[in-house]
């Protein structure tokens, strides 16, 4: 086609599926795929599995309670989202550029906390593993911070459900390896112990622990021998105050200006998409415990075939998105999250039942890998280029404040009402979304800006 004759959305040709599909063997979707992989493994090893180790070494379980909210780091990275998002890094800036050297930083900050978590005994003292731990969830969400910035800077909107799905199946894969992954290392790394001794042995532990510090160099080669987003302009500061509203105030401000009334609409939706999930997921281990699985049938269940389900549910919600739009999508996979809420419903009533736990968990994670490559593809879209760490920092932290406080009560809830009443419950909290999914796609995308420092 001629230069002075541009496609137009109107007139563009429609893909074929087979092009499509491509876009995962792009450059880009590999690299998402790896730095995906980097972002998945920390989570476990300061959350899940590192409470099967303390629990194992004797620590009684409400300081593994309160230890839990080390994972609250997570929570609020919007809060130092603008440091990464506009401040420079001596060297690794000038070095890697400003995703890549926070990357780079990041991922040295999770390899040495996971080093300090191997070699500390929780047995002698908790202070070491703690802190450890601490620089591990705070370097991860900053990682986290710094690759969704570098994930929307790195194609165009087109693009960005196929990215997300890359993105959740290298995550997804590093849960399994750092989840039962590192148990199945610890078991082989253990001595045969003598009769009658604590099964708790720190060195197989320490042996785990170690693999998974090492087994970052696959984020950190990929960031090593990846291309720099094309860098957003930033126009210079005059004084500390003018860099602070800039980096602070103005990500926030630019996005109430470019949306104006609907910025409560979208950031309604945003709080509430995956309120059904969040606080069903709450009680879905207890009540496996309740209705007699044994811990081999639930780590086989949820580790394999939930794991395979969720990455089909990504990759066919990131190729669906691309093929029909984010927002059908999006509505597609608030209705089958709250259908499959049901289905553990009908589960409660159905007994102890090792196919139909395969059939229910599949198809929830099925609906969960949908819902998420299009909720995360939909966040990407309403970020601005000149503010994305911020902007999607504070998106990614406002999705599961809500839901978390809420599914805080799902304990009581399932105390006095049964655990069938509770799923159809959660059920019923997503229809508001259902709403407000089908308001927030009649709003119309505002053209992309430059920030507020721009020349206004």
Same mark, same amino acid.
């Given at each position: 086609?001629?230069?002075?004759a541009p496609t137009t959305a109107a007139t563009a040709p429609r893909a074929t599926w087979l092009q499509t599909l491509r876009v995962y063997l792009e450059p880009a979707s590999l690299r998402m795929l790896t730095l995906g992989f980097a972002a998945g493994l920390p989570l476990l090893l300061v959350l899940g599995t590192l409470s099967f180790r303390l629990r194992e070494a ?5 300081? +593994? ?18 440091? $990464? ?24 900050? +999770? $390899? ?32 986290? /911070? ?8 790195? %194609?165009? @909107?087109? !693009? ?14 590093? #849960? ?12 082989? %790394? ?33 960031? *090593? =021998?990846? !291309? ?23 990500? &926030? ?12 609409? /979208?950031?309604?939706? +945003? ?21 007699? =699985? ?32 984010? #927002? !059908?999508?999006? #509505? ?25 736990? +395969? ?35 504070? =998106? ?9 406080? /809420? ?8 105390? @006095?009402?049964?655990? %069938?009443? &509770? =799923?159809?419950?959660?059920?019923? *909290? ?9 308001? %927030?796609? !009649? ?14």
């Open positions: 086609m001629p230069d002075n004797g620590i009684d379980r409400g300081t +593994i309670g309160y230890l839990s909210w080390v994972g609250l780091a997570y929570g609020f990275k919007w809060a130092w989202a603008p440091l $990464v998002d506009r401040l420079p890094l001596p060297l690794l800036t000038r070095w890697l550029g400003r995703r890549r050297g926070w990357l780079l930083l990041s991922q040295a900050a +999770i $390899v040495a906390g996971l080093v300090g978590m191997a070699l500390a005994d929780p047995r002698q003292a908790l202070g070491p593993i703690v802190w450890c731990a601490l620089v591990v969830a705070f370097g991860s969400a900053t990682q986290d /911070i710094a690759l969704d910035a570098f994930r929307i800077e790195s %194609a165009d @909107t087109g !693009r960005q459900a196929a990215l997300a799905a890359a993105y959740q199946t290298g995550y997804r894969l590093a #849960m399994i390896w750092a989840g039962a992954g590192v148990l199945w290392i610890a078991a082989r %790394a253990e001595a045969t112990p003598a009769l009658g001794a604590a099964t708790y042995q720190n060195g197989a532990w320490q042996a785990a622990y170690l693999v998974m510090a090492a087994s970052m160099a696959v984020g950190i080669v990929t960031v *090593l =021998f990846s !291309r720099e987003p094309r860098p957003v302009a930033l126009p210079p500061a005059k004084d500390a105050a003018e860099w602070l509203s800039g980096a602070v105030v103005e990500p &926030f401000a630019d996005f109430l200006r470019r949306y104006g009334w609907h910025a409560a609409l /979208i950031l309604a939706l +945003i709080a509430v998409y995956r309120i059904s999930d969040v606080v069903m997921g709450i009680m879905a281990n207890p009540f496996y415990v309740d209705m007699g =699985f044994t811990k081999d049938e639930v780590a086989a269940v949820t580790k394999v075939y939930g794991v395979i389900m969720t990455l089909v549910g990504a990759f066919v919600g990131g190729v669906l998105s691309m093929r029909l739009g984010v #927002m !059908r999508i999006l #509505m597609l996979g608030a209705l089958l999250s709250c259908g499959t809420n049901l289905l553990f419903a009908w589960l409660a009533g159905h007994g102890h039942d090792v196919t139909a736990l +395969i059939a229910v968990v599949s198809a929830d994670n099925l609906a969960g890998g949908i819902a998420s490559a299009a909720f995360i593809a939909y966040l990407s879209s309403l970020t601005n280029v000149s503010y994305s760490a911020t902007q999607y920092a504070l =998106f990614s932290s406002m999705m599961l404040l809500l839901p978390k406080f /809420i599914a805080g009560f799902s304990g009581d809830y399932v105390n @006095t009402f049964g655990y %069938a009443q &509770f =799923f159809v419950s959660t059920a019923l *909290l997503g229809l508001p979304v259902l709403l407000l999914v089908a308001l %927030a796609a !009649r709003v119309q995308a505002p053209p992309p800006t430059t920030g507020a420092s721009d020349g206004r």
